[in-house]
């Protein structure tokens, strides 16, 4: 197996528990210290090609995907939602229920401060900082997708369960501890150097399109596993190329989610690559038909 290394400064029991392996079963082992809940880990990054609030400041890095989440999926592939409703931050929950269904908890919008506002105490201006940079949002300020990546998804792992952290705790501490998490494993995943490196670069010429092919083998050259690829725009039975066509795939190149199993503590970050059908789930739902794809350059003035 091929992990990630984990992060200098974290300190790991010996001879770490693999997630969704047989001993990591909530009897055996101390789910603070492996991931039981959410065993199927997964790094989620978007292509946006604009933000929507430029004119306040809110743009796009140059050169680079951004991070969209960390997720905690069940090992069977499955997941739940808003976990935790007393760590509940999200202005705008979606769904509004824990299932996603009528009958579900319905979850409130919140309407405190801003996240960030929650974790300026800890003194994390370098995390704020570069949060601020490569994870904002789109038509919507960066703190209210911060507030529902970890409303939603932080509250359904093991790990960053309140009682992990001991009687000095400090109030929103996970909150720090998932943020960070979640950017280092963006930065161990450069999806934009992978895609050049195969040759595929973001284009406005309408003559050059991409096959889902090509994007997988250039993410599986460097994740050395098949992430999945996520498409939205119109399906290509649509377009006046496709027209007639039974491939219904999307067209528009917008996300990669990188799956994995970890060791320990997903806040270790030491994980092993996952092929994001292993658990029977689709790898992509962009259109299969060669050069049906297009990955779009920013908008003017939206990336610096």
Request: a negative charge.
């Amino acid at each position: 197996m091929r992990a990630i290394p984990a992060l200098e400064t974290d300190v790991e029991t010996a001879d770490p528990v693999l997630s969704c392996s047989e001993g990591a079963q909530p009897d055996l082992v101390d789910t603070c210290c492996v991931e039981t809940f959410g065993g199927l880990v997964l790094a989620t990054q978007y292509w946006n090609t604009y933000t929507g609030l430029e004119s306040k400041g809110q743009v796009l890095p140059k050169d680079t995907w951004t991070i969209h989440g960390l997720w905690p999926d069940f090992c069977n592939g499955s997941y739940t939602q808003y976990c935790d409703l007393s760590r509940q931050y999200d202005p705008e929950p979606y769904p509004n229920t824990t299932t996603g269904t009528p009958d579900g908890t319905p979850v409130e919008p919140y309407n405190g401060p801003g996240i960030d506002k929650l974790i300026e105490p800890f003194g994390r201006w370098d995390l704020l900082a570069y949060m601020k940079k490569y994870w904002p949002g789109l038509n919507q300020p960066s703190h209210v997708l911060w507030a529902h990546e970890y409303s939603k998804h932080a509250t359904c792992f093991s790990t960053f369960d309140m009682e992990c952290y001991g009687p000095a705790y400090r109030a929103h501490e996970d909150a720090v501890d998932y943020f960070a998490t979640a950017v280092s494993y963006y930065r161990r995943l450069p999806t934009w150097g992978w895609l050049a490196a195969g040759g595929v670069r973001p284009t406005n010429d309408t003559t050059t399109r991409y096959s889902l092919s090509e994007i997988q083998g250039a993410l599986a050259a460097g994740f050395l596993e098949l992430p999945y690829v996520g498409c939205s725009g119109p399906r290509y039975n649509t377009t006046e190329a496709g027209r007639g066509s039974a491939d219904d795939g999307y067209t528009i190149l917008t996300e990669v989610w990188y799956y994995f199993h970890v060791f320990g503590r997903p806040q270790s970050a030491q994980a092993v690559p996952v092929s994001a059908n292993a658990t029977g789930g689709r790898l992509s739902n962009c259109a299969r038909t060669p050069g049906a794809i297009w990955y779009p350059e920013r908008t003017e003035g939206s990336a610096v």
